[in-house]
């Protein structure tokens, strides 16, 4: 976006919320479900009509006002941080991000329920049903098991091995769109474009994605698409002739992530897929530096600690996501002053990670979800996690030829599952609850810790 | 778009309609304007108001479904059309295009009030105030005089000199961002990027241009975006501080046409800027065909009949204008049923421009503006010119250096003139009498037909 467009874009975001939460408003939806009410109908149809009430009911508990302020004052954050971010400009960021926070405090204060602390009313924007203290037990468990398995793998001294070759973009882009099109995403349903970030947006018939090319490193086009080709082909199944009905979206963020993360680690980092992938990537681009398929897998699952959450390796993302939680709900509960941020990241980053934060933007400046008011949004990328790891354990007790599918390149039976059991359900039940269904037990952090040593500790 | 995305697109684009056409319809608009109405407003103030309920009261004469409907049957349409047009495909789109003409039909016997005829209701969306009946008087003067210069000039049986050169995208799009930058474009309020057809879009500070490129040919690439910059600095200087209020945007697509075609032919095409642009054409691609700044000229302005209005000539375009003006205010009347439009087309091309049309995507199907329901857009565009004519004439008057500064390539006192004149005002009165404010006298035929004649009839 040109710079000078900054200022009417806050406008615009905040007339269109204001719209939004009119519509979302009209006391005639409750007197349309009453009388739906009144009628037979299935159990599909009652998911519609209670999610129309939901979101009505969620709308009505916020002022008008505060609406349309929250979505100014978010776009304004974004901007300020989108131009503070690069030189670690705290003194222009923290400001408006205490602002910010507490329109946030307002609005879950305006919307939670007796039942609900306040962070639970903003994650049930993300992960509809869920509560806080629950993903934190769970989170625990989780955090004790990767700190484990994270000092057993970095005690490994061996010198990883790495890409080392000539890795032209358009030849990137090319394979990503053939390994794009394996994983199941429709081409006429959607494109793919470069961008600044990776990213999945749309529904239906029109799922468009991004992705970026690292020039050096093959990895960071082929398993960005992966991630963004889990998102869109569940957007892509949901059936484009019912889809603005109010049940026929996603479950929630945290299944949506589930789809990108299996696509991405699970199944994509995989050694059977390694298996498909050698060859391909070396008659692409001749030598890569990996002399096999095991190379491969070695340095496609290279666990290293960064300050990056975006760059971090399966064993580090969720130390990542689990410290953002854990902040994320003192600034909402106020006992964390947004002044002290900085210092309370570096704190815990030093304590998790065992590195000090050099500067804002390797540190508490590194994210854009604080910026846009997505308090609540983190902590579903490590349910997706835990989720994928829950799938990968259930497809492979009910394929038990998935490695010999996956290093044929074959997704077929992997995407018919997850379709019938995942995407066209829509939003029926909460999403632990779906995950539930198609797995045969309620999500733990077991499967994914169980799946993580099984790669990580038997390597080499 | 993916294929795919079509048939949702039609029901979102419902859905924002019905959703504007709402908000439109707020009865406390009267209440407000009211009450305005009893305090002291300033000209501007007034004009504000008046705007407001302007387009109020035209919204609560058409019927809610009424308007989903139509958003829905434009965005419908205009699908057929795009997979209709490159087969020619006249099957296919023609019913869709007379459901659509129906509902335009009942839009403007909604809409019209008791001086407006059915066309006049819809001309008056694209340049508020203006009639037909007024528009077909000059345009039968423009028209007379056109075809007795297009006479003239095709006797003229020396063979043009043409383009012969490299001219790699590059460097072309390189050229193009220099140029638009000297006619005032914006670079922090905007962005030039490649598409399938030129646009502009957007306002204030984020007003974004495509242009296209033909590797043949650098006219297709320069020029296209030199109109689109005369769009775009337009929305550009629109202060985008009070780009909110009702009387702060363009004041009719005529005016807005006059800057782009004024930008484009009057001064881009002019013999004064060929003689700025001669040298840097041969600097960025060495030689081009053109062997003087004269040359130049005559390249860039050769007279050429066509079937397609995009690629007409300042002789031809008015002439594309004026057969649609005609021919849709039949199909608006009910005079003309769509069932003829094609054999109405062809004939009507024949008689003016002395071709058999072979196909109906070289006719009647080759725009899209009735696909998309944009019924009285078309003689904007005509009115476009004549008002670039006055402009331009005006401009010539009260800058007797007009030709020095575009041999130089400056363009600051003209756009000083323009920006004071024309952008600044915005829409306090209708675009004619913008027109006439700024140049001294109602805006008719004369002074574009001289401007013609001196430039195409002095040549060589």
């Not at 959450?309 to 689990?322: F, G, K, S, V």
């Not at 010999?404 to 039940?429: M, T």
Request: net charge negative; glycine share 8%.
């Amino acid at each position: 976006m040109p710079t000078k467009g900054a200022a009417l874009r806050v406008e615009e975001v905040g007339a269109v919320a204001s719209a939004q939460h009119l519509l979302l408003c009209d006391p005639r939806i409750e007197d349309w479900a009453e009388a739906a009410a009144q009628t037979h109908l299935d159990a599909r149809q009652k998911a519609h009509v209670a999610e129309a009430l939901r979101t009505h009911r969620r709308a009505i508990r916020l002022p008008s006002a505060l609406a349309e302020t929250l979505a100014r004052q978010s776009a304004h954050t974004q901007m300020v941080w989108e131009a503070a971010r690069p030189d670690s400009d705290l003194a222009a960021f923290l400001p408006e991000l205490k602002k910010l926070l507490a329109l946030k405090q307002e609005e879950a204060d305006a919307l939670r329920t007796e039942e609900q602390t306040r962070y639970d009313a903003l994650l049930d924007d993300f992960e509809p049903g869920a509560k806080a203290e629950k993903i934190d037990q769970v989170f625990c468990k989780l955090r004790s098991g990767l700190v484990g398995l994270r000092r057993r793998i970095l005690d490994d001294t061996r010198v990883p091995v790495a890409f080392d070759g000539d890795f032209p973009p358009e030849a990137q882009l090319a394979l990503a769109r053939r390994v794009g099109g394996i994983f199941g995403y429709d081409w006429d349903a959607g494109r793919l474009d470069q961008a600044a970030h990776p990213s999945s947006s749309g529904t239906g018939g029109d799922v468009r994605i991004t992705t970026r090319i690292d020039a050096a490193d093959p990895q960071e086009c082929l398993f960005s698409t992966l991630h963004e080709v889990g998102h869109a082909v569940y957007e892509q199944t949901l059936d484009p002739e019912r889809r603005l009905l109010p049940a026929d979206v996603y479950a929630s963020m945290g299944v949506h992530e589930s789809q990108s993360r299996l696509f991405e680690n699970q199944l994509g980092r995989s050694r059977a897929f390694c298996a498909w992938l050698y060859p391909v990537l070396t008659e692409t681009f001749g030598a890569t530096g990996a002399r096999s398929a095991d190379e491969l897998f070695e340095i496609v699952n290279t666990v290293r600690p960064g300050f990056i959450r975006t760059d971090a390796d399966e064993i580090h993302y969720n130390l990542h996501i689990m410290m953002r939680f854990d902040l994320e709900r003192e600034l909402i509960a106020g006992a964390l002053d947004v002044g002290d941020l900085p210092d309370a990241w570096n704190a815990r980053f030093l304590a998790d990670f065992g590195l000090e934060v050099p500067d804002a933007k390797s540190g508490c400046m590194q994210d854009v979800h604080w910026s846009a008011g997505l308090f609540g949004y983190f902590p579903t990328y490590a349910l997706g996690n835990i989720y994928a790891g829950e799938l990968h354990a259930a497809l492979r007790r009910d394929l038990p030829d998935l490695d010999q599918q996956l290093s044929a390149g074959e997704l077929g039976a992997v995407l018919d599952w997850l379709k019938q059991r995942i995407h066209l359900p829509g939003r029926v039940k909460p999403g632990a609850d779906l995950i539930a269904e198609a797995c045969g037990q309620m999500p733990s952090e077991g499967p994914l810790l169980t799946y993580l040593e099984q790669k990580y500790l038997t390597r080499g």
